[in-house]
């Protein structure tokens, strides 16, 4: 049984001083899916230095997009978090990954599980008891803010790809609705340099 976690941090606890703007730090970005400053017909670009966000897309494309965005802590390290698009053709879905990084001695390091919650169903579910573990099925998006700093966990469903057989289970779209919480914010910390589970909705 596959879960697929669509969401993924990345951290920066020391940085060279000679950066500092978010335009600065995203050309030093190394990532496959990096997309280019330089704007086009299919690559609107909007660079926003007051808010340390960036924002790529494809106009004619809204799957085709990727967000950079600096979490500043309270001694003023930074972590960074990258969210984009992946096709999944086999799953039949296309993936919002998030992911979060801190650069140190001139190299991108990936800290998403250290500062990112691990959301599972149960966390969108509510108090009411649980369905069978195999109607736990779920697709988890982290999206990543322009204003502030607090990062959405959405909840979406599985499809039935991800399911042995690519059988989907009888009762599993009416269950999933039954969730109590579609989207749980998640707050940054900026003494831990971490993300808290905050108000869900």
């Not at 950079?68 to 039949?92: E, H, M, R, V, W």
Request: charged fraction near 25%; charge should be positive; proline fraction near 4%.
């Amino acid at each position: 049984m596959k879960n697929l976690i669509v969401g993924f941090l990345l951290l920066f606890p020391y940085v060279s001083k000679s950066q500092t703007t978010i335009k600065e730090f995203y050309e030093l970005f190394k990532h496959t899916e990096r997309k280019s400053t330089q704007s086009s017909e299919t690559n609107k670009v909007t660079i926003d230095e007051k808010n340390a966000f960036i924002k790529i897309e494809n106009p004619k494309d809204t799957d085709d997009a990727i967000s950079f965005k600096c979490f500043t802590k309270n001694d003023k390290s930074k972590i960074f978090g990258f969210q984009y698009s992946a096709s999944q053709p086999a799953l039949g879905i296309i993936m919002t990954r998030t992911e979060f990084y801190v650069y140190q001695n001139n190299e991108w390091k990936d800290v998403t599980e250290q500062v990112c919650p691990s959301l599972r169903f149960k966390d969108f579910w509510g108090s009411q008891p649980l369905p069978e573990r195999s109607l736990n099925e779920f697709n988890l998006h982290l999206i990543l803010p322009q204003i502030g700093t607090t990062v959405l966990a959405k909840s979406t469903p599985a499809t039935k790809e991800q399911f042995v057989y690519s059988n989907l289970p009888k009762d599993y779209t009416k269950t999933f609705e039954k969730r109590k919480f579609k989207v749980i914010e998640l707050i940054w910390n900026k003494v831990t340099g971490k993300f808290d589970i905050g108000k869900k909705s």
